[in-house]
């Protein structure tokens, strides 16, 4: 049955009673009876993958690491280099998706990030010599970068304000599923197969769920605010009415039809919009938020993980079977995160999550200054463990959902892209310098460090960081430009 909301044209102004039909959308909820719940939790699911994929292609180097150091005779410095130039591929991939996402559309950017995710997995796990390794894993990075921009976009404006919470959080509950899919495949693969081939197959496995996402997403539609922008109505109602109770679907088409109708005429788009004072400020305090979440190293324990354990006095098989246990906690912990963005505001949350990775990273630092024995192994390990509960549980969770949420409509995907390259950029520097500096500092000094970059992120949420919980993405945008004008 159609919709009440009218069609109205971009240029003309004028009200049309076209019928509402998606000549586009040709997936399995296109048509028929709609249950709104159902159709967004389908759509988070497939399109999610691609934070899955994320996850597992940044967790499975650490344990592929163990045995690419005789395969490729890596050092510490070309194991930092490995390691880091998906982080690498992955700024640019940021930056290019949030590109795409905004002239393709969000569904098709994730579509190409699929394919991107196939060839760079077969890559690398290919790759013969470390010449051709670095550009696989750059290759990979792209489409790391590129989903970690456009998937979050994607969910944030198909939610309702009510659900954009959790749904939107669902994408980081992928990314550390991933990881810990990474984790338990790496061991099972070193104790069913080993040998030195081993880091081939543990790379080599992430192409399955690429072909999966590239297909799934082929069901999917786009989003209601990205048809507005192109002055698509009719397609933009039509998944409204889709993904929404009948009672507000004229209302939010409204709101997201005059705001894009604002922002068309404003006619800017892109580096030109930084010259307005509000769209600059949340420019601003998005890259602030993308730096707060690396600078504190939770990658170095997502990648270096048995690198840290191993220095304590563990062997290679026991610090792999242990980083186990540091996917199992960031998937718990990002539950715990999901069930609290519904009762707690995002900035306290956020400052809590801080204070705890900080405290834990100052506990992993003194813990290496003991005797080597196993009671430092497993000390160290707890520590690691709090340290990651604080980062998924409040830090992450929170990170990727504001960032999806603070930038206007018709920059929301160029925005989410640069503030995403700085995020992989931070990331990419500090993992490419841990390995090193740990190996010259020594552990101690090198936690310490990561501690001082701690308070810092802590004093940013405390005097800069705003509030988004509780209203729509178009309220947010309202505000915003009352606020910061």
Same mark, same amino acid.
């Not at 640019?92 to 590109?99: C, V």
């Not at 002055?231 to 039809?257: D, K, S």
């Not at 006619?267 to 307005?276: F, V």
């Not at 196993?374 to 604080?390: C, D, E, H, I, K």
């Given at each position: 049955m159609a919709s009440p909301v009218t069609n109205?044209?971009?240029?003309?102004?004028?009200?049309?009673?076209?019928?509402?039909?998606?000549? =586009?959308?040709?997936?399995?909820?296109?048509?028929?009876?709609?249950?709104?719940?159902?159709?967004?939790?389908?759509?988070?699911?497939?399109?999610?993958?691609?934070?899955?994929?994320?996850?597992?292609?940044?967790?499975?180097?650490?344990?592929?690491?163990?045995?690419m150091r005789d395969s490729l005779h890596l050092t510490p410095t070309t194991e930092g280099v490995v390691v880091s130039s998906l982080l690498l591929g992955a700024a640019a991939g940021a930056w290019l998706g949030g590109k795409l996402a905004d002239t393709l559309g969000r569904r098709r950017t994730i579509r190409i990030?699929?394919?991107?995710?196939?060839?760079?997995?077969?890559?690398?796990?290919?790759?013969?010599?470390?010449?051709?390794?670095?550009?696989? +894993?750059v290759i990979l990075g792209l489409a790391v970068g590129c989903a970690s921009v456009t998937v979050p976009v994607y969910i944030s404006e198909l939610a309702p304000a009510h659900r954009r919470g959790r749904l939107v959080t669902q994408n980081e509950l992928m990314i550390v599923t991933g990881q810990l899919l990474a984790?338990?495949?790496?061991?099972?693969?070193?104790?069913?197969?080993?040998?030195?081939?081993?880091?081939?197959?543990?790379?080599?496995?992430?192409?399955?769920?690429?072909? &999966?996402?590239?297909?799934?997403?082929?069901?999917?539609?786009?989003?209601?605010?990205?048809?507005?922008?192109?002055? +698509?109505? =009719?397609?933009?109602?039509?998944?409204?009415?889709?993904?929404?109770?009948?009672n507000e679907v004229a209302q939010e088409f409204e709101q997201i039809r005059a705001t894009a109708e604002r922002d068309r005429q404003e006619?800017?788009?892109?580096?030109?919009?930084?010259?307005?004072?509000?769209?600059?400020? &949340?420019?601003?305090?998005?890259?602030?938020?993308?730096?707060?979440?690396?600078?504190?190293?939770?990658?170095?324990?997502?990648?270096?993980?048995?690198?840290?354990?191993?220095?304590?006095?563990?062997?290679?098989?026991?610090?792999?079977?242990?980083?186990?246990?540091?996917?199992?906690?960031?998937?718990?912990?990002?539950?715990?995160?999901?069930?609290?963005?519904?009762r707690v505001n995002r900035r306290p949350m956020l400052l809590a999550g801080q204070i705890g990775t900080t405290s834990s990273l100052?506990?992993?630092?003194?813990?290496? &200054?003991?005797?080597?024995?196993?009671?430092?192994?497993?000390?160290?390990?707890?520590?690691?463990?709090?340290?990651?509960?604080?980062?998924?549980?409040?830090?992450?969770?929170? =990170?990727?959902?504001?960032?999806?949420?603070?930038?206007?409509?018709?920059?929301?995907?160029?925005?989410?892209?640069?503030?995403?390259?700085? =995020?992989?950029v931070v990331n990419f520097g500090v993992s490419l310098l841990f390995p090193i500096f740990n190996s010259a500092a020594g552990p101690t000094l090198t936690f310490l460090t990561l501690v001082a970059f701690g308070i810092a992120t802590i004093t940013f949420t405390v005097k800069v960081l705003p509030e988004t919980k509780g209203l729509s993405l178009e309220a947010l945008e309202d505000h915003f430009r009352e606020r910061y004008a």
């Amino acid at each position: 049955m159609a919709s009440p909301v009218t069609n109205r044209g971009m240029d003309s102004g004028v009200a049309s009673t076209e019928p509402l039909s998606d000549r =586009t959308w040709r997936g399995p909820f296109a048509h028929g009876p709609a249950d709104p719940e159902r159709v967004l939790v389908t759509i988070a699911m497939v399109s999610t993958l691609g934070a899955l994929l994320f996850g597992f292609d940044t967790g499975v180097i650490s344990g592929a690491l163990v045995f690419m150091r005789d395969s490729l005779h890596l050092t510490p410095t070309t194991e930092g280099v490995v390691v880091s130039s998906l982080l690498l591929g992955a700024a640019a991939g940021a930056w290019l998706g949030g590109k795409l996402a905004d002239t393709l559309g969000r569904r098709r950017t994730i579509r190409i990030a699929a394919v991107v995710f196939c060839l760079g997995a077969l890559g690398s796990a290919l790759a013969p010599s470390l010449a051709l390794m670095l550009p696989a +894993r750059v290759i990979l990075g792209l489409a790391v970068g590129c989903a970690s921009v456009t998937v979050p976009v994607y969910i944030s404006e198909l939610a309702p304000a009510h659900r954009r919470g959790r749904l939107v959080t669902q994408n980081e509950l992928m990314i550390v599923t991933g990881q810990l899919l990474a984790y338990v495949s790496n061991a099972v693969i070193d104790n069913v197969w080993g040998g030195q081939s081993t880091w081939r197959w543990m790379l080599g496995i992430a192409a399955f769920p690429a072909v &999966l996402l590239w297909l799934g997403v082929l069901l999917l539609p786009d989003t209601p605010r990205w048809y507005a922008i192109q002055g +698509r109505y =009719t397609e933009a109602a039509h998944v409204l009415e889709r993904t929404r109770e009948q009672n507000e679907v004229a209302q939010e088409f409204e709101q997201i039809r005059a705001t894009a109708e604002r922002d068309r005429q404003e006619e800017k788009g892109g580096w030109a919009d930084l010259l307005t004072p509000w769209i600059r400020r &949340l420019f601003y305090i998005g890259l602030g938020i993308g730096i707060c979440q690396q600078i504190t190293g939770i990658n170095t324990v997502m990648y270096y993980a048995p690198t840290i354990l191993q220095k304590t006095g563990l062997g290679a098989g026991a610090s792999l079977t242990a980083t186990i246990s540091v996917g199992v906690i960031s998937v718990i912990m990002t539950f715990v995160g999901i069930a609290l963005l519904g009762r707690v505001n995002r900035r306290p949350m956020l400052l809590a999550g801080q204070i705890g990775t900080t405290s834990s990273l100052l506990l992993i630092g003194l813990a290496f &200054l003991l005797p080597e024995s196993t009671t430092r192994s497993y000390l160290v390990l707890l520590f690691m463990l709090v340290f990651v509960a604080s980062q998924q549980c409040a830090i992450s969770t929170v =990170t990727w959902l504001m960032l999806s949420e603070i930038f206007p409509m018709k920059i929301r995907g160029f925005g989410m892209g640069i503030a995403t390259l700085v =995020t992989w950029v931070v990331n990419f520097g500090v993992s490419l310098l841990f390995p090193i500096f740990n190996s010259a500092a020594g552990p101690t000094l090198t936690f310490l460090t990561l501690v001082a970059f701690g308070i810092a992120t802590i004093t940013f949420t405390v005097k800069v960081l705003p509030e988004t919980k509780g209203l729509s993405l178009e309220a947010l945008e309202d505000h915003f430009r009352e606020r910061y004008a």
